[in-house]
């Protein structure tokens, strides 16, 4: 499994998930885009599907689709996900659940589903996302730190679960990126955020990209059920 | 789609399954066998390989479905636990679609 792969991306709307489906279209990859909002762009070996990843419905008919018009998946990459930075006290029930629903539950019903697809690769790939709030216990992201640690479980017993058809299960932990969603953070409290990391700067998307390929490579067959941090948070 | 043509399929997919298992774990191939239990040799893994086998073959032949449950690892209650449970379920399944 080197070129032509078929990989299924979910949340590429934009930010990291918009670059993945670029760097792999650059591989010569197939690529399958999932998102509630529209395309990134528009490319002969790229299909968008507007779906939510929630929606059990929704994303069985994809795999289905993508069965019926691509025989397999070689990668599933669970990057959707939503942020939310709020104390406990000031948290409402509706915010938590949502952020629970699709960073877990989200994941979850994705895999669900594709490793079906995944059991016809000899060489199938799942790649979670987690973060660096996880490791660093910031305050004000306990709902959604919370919900990355149960992918990160989630990502080991998988590994666990899919190991005898060959496939693969990993998460990697992004530390901030210049996106949409840090734009919103006050920059004094961003900077002490990274000044908690091993190395103190700002990730690039190709920072991402580059722990992923590690994963996708066939010759990391053997690495499975781990979580790998930016900038040495962990 | 009636039982008789459910059996088939889930007994063409354990054949399958079979052709690549060692002699001492095949799993019996009648109406009556255990697929998952004490009576069976089969572990998670195989029974979920089992599963999807079983819902590709119902796929070619039209009817899209997943095997998921909550008593799926039951000895007592699960869907799966023997060919004809396994028919029954299906039809409920296909019912309800």
Known sequence: MTANRHVLITGVSRGIG???VRHYLAQHDTVVGCARGAAP????????????????????????????????????INNAGIAGMNPVALT??????????????????????????????????????????????????????SSKSAVETFTRIVARE???????????????????????????KMERLISQQAIARWAEPDDVTNVIDFFLRPASAMVTGQIVYLGGAG | MNDAEIEAIVLRAI????????PHAQIEESPRAAIFGPDSPLDSLGLVSLLIDVEEAMNDRGFDIMLSDARAMSQTLSPFRSVPALVAHIQSVLSAT
Do not use: W
């Open chain 1, 18 to 20: 918009a670059h993945l």
């Open chain 1, 41 to 76: 762009l528009q490319h002969e070996r790229y299909t968008h599907v507007q779906a939510d990843v929630t929606n059990e419905g929704a994303v069985t008919k994809l795999c289905r689709d993508i069965r019926s018009r691509l025989g397999r998946l070689d990668v599933l």
């Open chain 1, 92 to 145: 409402p029930m509706a915010s938590a659940r949502d952020i629970v629903t699709t960073n877990l539950l989200g994941t979850f019903l994705m895999t669900h589903a594709a490793i079906r697809l995944l059991r016809r690769s000899n060489a199938g790939r799942i790649v979670n996302f987690t973060t660096v709030a996880v490791p660093l216990r910031l305050d004000g992201e306990a709902i959604y730190a």
């Open chain 1, 162 to 188: 899919v190991a005898g058809f060959g496939i693969t299960c990993n998460a990697v932990g992004p530390s901030p990126i210049k996106t949409r969603l840090t734009a919103g953070v006050p920059a004094a």
């Open chain 2, 15 to 22: 054949h399958n399954i079979n052709l690549a298992r060692e």
